[in-house]
């Protein structure tokens, strides 16, 4: 590893420990140590997860990266006692137990000597350890946001008197649209779970981190004016905070983290490879998604009338205090016979997959997904159309803006005429992949404008790109101090 001491300066990074924030956000700050070109290394500060299984997935991230060669040293803060009480909403939790960390993060600072800090950058729910910075006036702030445009405009409008007084109320309806810059009037059923008024009091600590984002210096995000430009817009032309302009947005996604394969392809695409080219959908919910046994049985349903190949990957419901799925038990979760029905031409995995080595394969011609924004970028990174089934998170907002204003997936459910929530019925699964895998001429234009998001992604990241050139701005800025942080 370089010594970070031969750097004139070191860009503090404080990741937040799930993996697809923490993991897009070590992957920008590569981008920027390449941009930098040896002017600057790379200090992360590392908080220790809540829990023992993310505290060990951070730990396995943290070993493979400190050992990649580059100028980036890891820091481990001290543990602290997490905050007790009942909490309503995890995003409570997290602020809480966050903020715990603002003395030690404010003494790691203050003993980066003789390598001073140069830039502060949070993720976006490290917000509450902006204000350590403050007291370092020379040190400018900066926001990771690991999500999209859209939904950064919706967090910075969430403080205003107006959307307090309208759309908190309306949270949770079913009739009328909140306002969104940069895009079409957005249905209150798009809008994301996690503001929820089921969630109580989620809409004020996500408005509280929209306000904490107005005084960072800047906020780098993962998106690019490519994929997002009217909301981009939007937001640069103060069109969120009227009459108070949004500090400057860096836009230099896509950032995709791609992990060393292994020599042994996976069982998964192993299977692909004996399938024609574009010839299977994919089936996929994250990290967090699982379904339950009704909508098990709805799905199996609809994928075997479709007449389509399939690549199923399904968990189980997760263990007693955890979040995370675990590995299905297909004879109990499957109806009778499915497996033998649709052997030969579909493959139903109980564990995790490759979810990047999957889209990247040829074989694969459409993705059903939760619509998790690292999920997304990957999908048109290989220009994939995606049918969109969002669970949690800001997931809903995304599966509007990739069918109503991408035009990249087809409509899996009309969620404005919906009475039952996002349960998805045989028929319309069937219809969405018959549709997904060109049947349709909805599906035939996702497919094409995937294919053309999947160049202009590539172009983007490129030399002479949009986010390259705003990489380099954002590094010029850093570098050379030009700019004083907001106040």
């Known amino acids: 590893m370089i010594d970070p001491s031969m750097a004139a300066g070191t860009i503090v990074f404080i990741p937040c420990w799930e993996s697809g924030h923490f993991m897009s956000m070590i992957t920008a700050g590569k981008r920027m140590l390449d941009a930098a070109a040896g002017a600057l290394s790379l200090t992360v500060l590392v908080m220790r997860a809540p829990t023992a299984a993310k505290a060990s997935e951070v730990e396995a991230h943290v070993r493979r990266e400190a050992a990649s060669g580059l100028d980036i040293r890891f820091l481990n803060l001290p543990a602290v006692e997490p905050p ?35 830039a502060l950058v949070v993720d976006l729910f490290c917000t509450p350890l902006l204000d350590v910075a403050a007291d370092h006036a020379a040190v400018p702030r900066y926001v990771y946001f690991a999500s999209t445009a859209a939904f950064l405009a919706l967090m910075l409008r969430l403080p205003l008197p107006e959307s307090r007084d309208d759309l908190a109320t309306r949270l949770g ?17 798009y809008m994301p779970a996690c503001l929820s008024r089921d969630k109580i009091g989620n809409y004020e600590w996500f408005a509280d981190y929209g306000r904490r984002f107005m005084d960072a210096r800047g906020i780098i995000i993962n998106s690019s004016v490519e994929l997002e430009g009217g909301v981009l817009n939007a937001i640069s032309d103060g069109r969120c905070v009227p009459g108070r302009p949004a500090p400057a947005v860096h836009a230099i996604g896509p950032v995709i983290w791609f992990a060393a394969r292994e020599q042994q392809p996976h069982v998964c695409v192993q299977w692909l490879d004996a399938q024609p080219a574009g010839s299977v959908v994919f089936l996929c919910f994250g990290s967090k998604g699982f379904v339950d046994t009704a909508q098990v049985a709805e799905v199996a349903a609809g994928l075997e009338q479709s007449g389509h190949r399939f690549l199923w990957v399904l968990r189980g419901t997760p263990a007693a205090g955890s979040s995370h799925p675990t590995d299905a038990d297909l004879d109990a979760m499957l109806p009778g016979g499915f497996l033998a029905r649709t052997q030969g031409r579909g493959l139903v995995w109980p564990a995790w997959a490759p979810q990047k080595e999957v889209l990247a394969h040829p074989a694969v011609g459409g993705f059903v997904t939760h619509c998790g924004w690292n999920s997304t970028l990957e999908s048109l990174w290989f220009g994939v159309p995606m049918a969109p089934w969002p669970l949690y998170g800001e997931q809903h907002l995304n599966a509007f803006e990739i069918v109503r204003e991408m035009g990249v997936a087809v409509q899996l459910k009309d969620m404005e005429a919906s009475e039952v929530g996002y349960f998805v019925e045989a028929a319309e699964l069937e219809l969405a992949v018959r549709g997904l895998m060109g049947g349709t001429e909805e599906g035939r234009k996702a497919r094409e404008k995937a294919a053309e998001m999947k160049a202009a992604c590539r172009k983007a990241v490129e030399e002479g790109g949009s986010s390259h050139a705003a990489l380099r701005k954002l590094m010029g800025e850093i570098t050379t101090g030009r700019g004083a942080p907001r106040p």
Do not use: M
């Open 173 to 189: 309806g079913t009739e009328g649209t909140a306002h969104v810059p940069g895009l079409p009037p957005v249905p209150l059923r």
């Open 84 to 118: 007790t009480g009942d909490f309503v909403a995890s995003e409570e939790f997290n602020f809480r137990y966050i903020q715990l960390h603002a003395p030690h993060v404010e003494e790691a600072i203050a003993g980066l000597a003789p390598t001073p800090a140069a």
